[in-house]
């Protein structure tokens, strides 16, 4: 239904392990090289040749030699699409370019393959004329050859020689042999086919190097699902050797589903002892021994054919009609001068030219053109024709290293003696080598069959023809398909498997043998059904049957379960309901001895103070003048929060990225992980490294400085404190400790959204989950300003700056002075902001325990106790709940307050924060006898972070007269200490 299809088989293999997948694997077959340099009437070439044209930059076609479509002759049809939907075209070339830049494509490699696409379609421009002698010589009157050899990196004088003659070595000699003008094409062609066949091969090898397993997977621990794609049966106005290969697959995938659901079907059915009515079905086995069998067969003579020098296609379909006239399923033309011949396949018959048979299962590079590609300045172009083709046609890398690059030594010695040669296989025996391991690997699976029919020949939508679908349906053998599975029995489950999954319809206790499954299908009132030896027979429609039985089951198993746990939830209500009533019991006779002993301590202390006012002044003057210390126990306060058993806030972590350019195309490997340069991978010492070696100038702006987005090596809850007080769409890109990527959050409604950000192999940048990829930050921020980042709408609209003076992002600049440079701008933008930003006065986010309706806590005003602070702590550090750390905490009804140094200390005050006015400290001071009055003062102590057992306490006492604590009475044990 695609004019200019890139028709080629493909296999993809998924690999999984545990139910996840870990890696993928592409094999393609037959690619039609042919399409390059010829399309038939009303085909177009591939799209890649369309895309460039109508995506690349005028700059950029200027760059690559591109010319008007309509003068290239390997464009024999046309611009095409070019002409009917010119906007499409280009949009499938933005789409392209972004799945290279996904997938991991460098932007050297993406430029050397446009240049290498290019000369593909100028090589269509040589042109040849004929000496006196015959012999090609080169007709350039276009600058081809010069324009080709400046694309593929090599020199105007060997294309023409590797074009036009072939050196052979005799014997310490160098033979020259002319070529024709025909020769002359052919070589041409031959090396534009090559060009594009190896460069095809080598972007599946990199897709397959991305995709390849990072770890090892043994055989027995990993599943595998396969998925073929493959072209369907064609019978085209001409067909040609490409038409016979794509066939001859189909046939030999018929034959597969014959053997698959007919013949072994049945044969099941007699082995398991079924009374079963044997169905005639179509077999194709003598139609592919016609195309395969050796020595006499219809590729194997192409074989032999293409080994002659002086073979021709007309020689080739004599040698067919001498050897196959009696086949009924093989027809010779009318004309014996004809070079055409009919096959009767299992669709019907189809008549085939033979012209250019030969010259295309050979595939024969002209002599010298190896090498010289090999050494092409283009280093993609070197690298694939280096690699080596293997027995299937595809390209393999093995040869490529990261170090050393080992250098494949040819075969042929040259010089005097023995030539040691290695016959190179023709395009018909890889072909067939593939079908036989394709289906190697169909054999050791549980296929599924999905069949295409084409509605119509017109490729005309709401247009179905009857005959032609119906021919369809006939000869690929869903008629009969349809007809033994509804004869048959479908499904044939063992006798273990079906007891294990239908054991409840038995309602008691059985065997798991064919007695067990005759009980539990008469129990459920089924018929038409058999048990054979080992398995149990059962039509389409049983399995419905059955599943609706034992979903009755378990509605009755549900409600069952709701009665048994409505009854449970009765008794724990009533439960608790009898455990509550005792606790409310108890905390009233609690909160009566407490009520006591509250007064008993009330009257002591009146007691005790009673007796302060009692002592003279002359006391305290007699102490002053003596120097005696009074002395007492300082109670052992509750012990501090220690730093080290915090718990570290938690990260968000990612697989780490790997570098995958050591793997092998045709192999699952492991890949090598890359990052061990930078140190061990989610430490912050890496990350700086990581950023200051990679990133550190691809994020500056002209100015040196970074954008107003970034910030540094921040926590997602740092970059949500920064972006609850903002109106939606605030947004910031942070680095990430945990891998070498970055993070943007969004202020969205309600909450706050966090998306990771990788940077691809290649060096770009892509959100993770989203398709698009971008060549620097500043691209990904310049787009999602414009189109949503998320299926809910979400858009950036204002980056959220450096909320301080001081930069989050300074350890990640690489010195002083450039750190200077860096804060300096950042100061001048900070002032602008803010000089130039509207007041935005954005609600404040309820705290937990606070009224809704009450205004926000001014910085300057002290923070209830209950509510969650977003402020720094004194020490600069945080909990795992995202409080700082405090001191010890003080009893209800306190709140803490700043004092002069910053310090927070305990208030006491009943009825809400204390007032502002001047406070009083009383301090006492820790000493080996005890501890020592320091007096009155109004400068706060410091507050500690861990406090010793007999440290001091600084008291604030608002609206109290200053003066000495009172006496302790004796110790009854001891010294009075």
Not at 712 to 728: H, N, V, Y
Not at 872 to 878: C, L
């Amino acid at each position: 239904m695609n004019d200019n299809s890139s028709r080629f088989g493909k296999y993809i293999q998924l690999k999984f392990k545990d139910g996840q997948v870990m890696g993928a694997k592409i094999s393609e077959y037959l690619l039609e090289k042919s399409r390059v340099i010829h399309q038939n009437p009303g085909e177009e070439n591939f799209h890649i040749f369309y895309y460039m044209m109508a995506g690349l930059s005028p700059e950029q076609q200027k760059k690559y030699h591109i010319g008007d479509p309509a003068k290239y002759k390997n464009l024999n049809n046309g611009p095409g699409c070019l002409k009917s939907n010119p906007a499409g075209v280009k949009k499938h070339f933005t789409s392209l370019t972004n799945a290279m830049d996904l997938v991991g494509f460098l932007d050297e490699e993406i430029d050397e393959m446009y240049k290498i696409l290019s000369a593909v379609l100028s090589m269509g421009e040589i042109q040849f004329g004929a000496n006196d002698d015959d012999s090609a010589v080169v007709q350039d009157s276009t600058q081809s050859i010069q324009t080709i050899t400046e694309l593929l990196g090599v020199e105007p004088e060997k294309v023409k020689n590797v074009l036009t003659f072939s050196s052979n070595y005799a014997k310490g000699s160098i033979i020259r042999r002319n070529y024709t003008k025909q020769q002359a094409q052919d070589a041409r062609d031959a090396m534009t086919k090559a060009l594009y066949g190896r460069l095809f091969s080598w972007i599946v090898n990199k897709i397959n190097q991305q995709l390849a397993p990072e770890v090892t997977i043994a055989a027995s621990e990993a599943t595998e699902i396969g998925i073929l794609d493959i072209f369907g049966f064609e019978h085209l106005q001409t067909n040609s050797f490409e038409q016979i290969c794509i066939n001859l697959a189909n046939e030999q995938l018929q034959y597969f589903f014959n053997q698959h659901i007919f013949l072994l079907e049945q044969e099941e059915y007699k082995a398991e002892g079924i009374d079963w009515t044997y169905v005639p079905f179509v077999n194709n086995q003598s139609l592919l021994n016609l195309f395969m069998t050796k020595p006499i067969g219809i590729f194997a003579l192409l074989d032999e054919e293409s080994l002659f020098p002086q073979g021709s296609d007309h020689s080739y379909v004599e040698k067919l009609n001498r050897n196959f006239q009696s086949n009924h399923h093989y027809i010779k033309a009318k004309v014996s001068t004809s070079n055409n011949f009919s096959i009767d396949h299992y669709a019907g018959r189809v008549s085939y030219s033979a012209d250019n048979f030969l010259e295309k299962n050979r595939d024969n590079l002209p002599n010298g053109v190896m090498q010289m590609l090999t050494a092409s300045t283009n280093d993609l172009l070197g690298q694939i024709f280096r690699g080596t083709i293997t027995r299937t046609g595809t390209l393999a890398l093995q040869l490529r290293t990261n170090d050393n690059k080992k250098e494949r030594k040819s075969v042929r010695k040259r010089g005097f003696g023995r030539q040691q040669t290695t016959r190179k296989l023709t395009q018909g025996a890889q072909f067939k080598n593939s079908l036989n391991v394709l289906l190697e690997l169909l054999n050791l699976s549980n296929p599924h069959f999905v069949r295409c029919i084409k509605p119509n020949t017109t490729k005309a939508p709401k247009a179905f023809e009857d005959k032609y679908v119906n021919a369809q349906l006939r000869y690929t053998g869903m008629l009969e398909t349809t007809r033994i599975r509804r004869m048959g029995y479908a499904l044939r489950p063992k006798f273990s498997d079906f007891v294990n999954r239908y054991r409840l319809l038995a309602r008691k206790k059985i065997s798991e043998n064919g007695k067990g499954c005759e009980e539990i299908l008469k129990g459920c009132g089924l018929t038409q059904w058999h048990i054979g030896k080992t398995k149990l027979f059962l039509k389409y429609y049983h399995q419905d049957q059955l599943e609706e039985q034992l979903q009755k089951v378990g509605q009755c198993a549900v409600h069952i379960q709701k009665i048994v746990r409505g009854f449970l939830g009765r008794q724990e209500y009533k439960r608790c309901k009898e455990q509550a009533r005792r606790q409310a019991a108890a905390m009233e006779t609690f909160l009566a001895e407490i009520q006591d002993l509250s007064l008993t301590h009330h009257q002591q202390i009146e007691k005790l103070c009673e007796k302060d006012r009692r002592i003279s002044q002359s006391f305290f003057g007699k102490i002053k003048e003596n120097k005696e210390k009074v002395q007492f126990q300082a109670p052992a306060p509750p012990p501090a929060i220690i730093e080290d058993e915090l718990e570290p806030e938690e990260e968000e972590l990612e697989e780490e990225e790997v570098d995958s350019d050591d793997v092998i195309e045709d192999e699952f490997v492991k890949t090598v992980k890359k990052g061990g340069k930078f140190g061990a991978l989610g430490t912050k010492a890496a990350t700086i490294k990581w950023f200051k070696t990679t990133q550190s100038e691809k994020l500056r702006e002209n100015t040196g400085v970074f954008s107003n987005w970034f910030h540094g090596i921040i926590t997602r809850r740092q970059a949500e404190e920064l972006l609850d007080s903002k109106p939606l769409g605030y947004y910031l890109i942070r680095v990430s400790e945990s891998r070498f990527g970055y993070s943007l959050s969004l202020r969205a409604e309600q909450r706050c959204k966090h998306f990771m950000i990788d940077q691809l192999p290649n060096g770009k940048y892509n959100v993770v989950g989203e398709a698009q990829v971008f060549r620097t930050l500043n691209d990904l921020v310049y787009f999602y300003e414009k189109e949503p980042i998320s299926p809910f709408g979400d858009v950036l609209k204002t980056p959220c700056g450096q909320e301080t003076d001081e930069c989050d992002y300074a350890e990640l600049v690489e010195d002083d002075k450039d750190q200077a440079k860096i804060m300096a701008t950042h100061s001048a933008r900070r002032s602008r902001v803010m000089q130039q930003a509207p007041q935005i006065n954005a609600p404040p986010k309820p705290q937990r325990g606070q009224n809704n309706n009450l205004a926000p806590p001014s910085p300057t005003s002290p923070t209830p106790q209950g509510s969650r602070s977003r402020s720094k702590s004194p020490h600069g550090k945080r909990n795992s709940g995202g409080r700082p750390i405090r001191p010890p905490p003080t009893r209800p009804g306190s709140y803490l307050s700043p004092d002069q140094n910053g310090n927070e200390t305990s208030a006491i005050n009943s009825d809400g924060p204390p007032p502002l006015p001047a406070k009083t400290y009383m301090t006492m001071t820790p000493g080996p006898g005890g501890s020592t009055n320091n007096g009155p003062s109004n400068v706060p102590p410091p507050l500690p972070q861990r406090l010793p057992s007999n440290a001091s306490y600084s008291y604030v006492m608002p609206d109290m007269e200053a003066r000495p604590p009172p006496p302790l009475p004796p110790h009854p044990v001891g010294n009075g200490q």
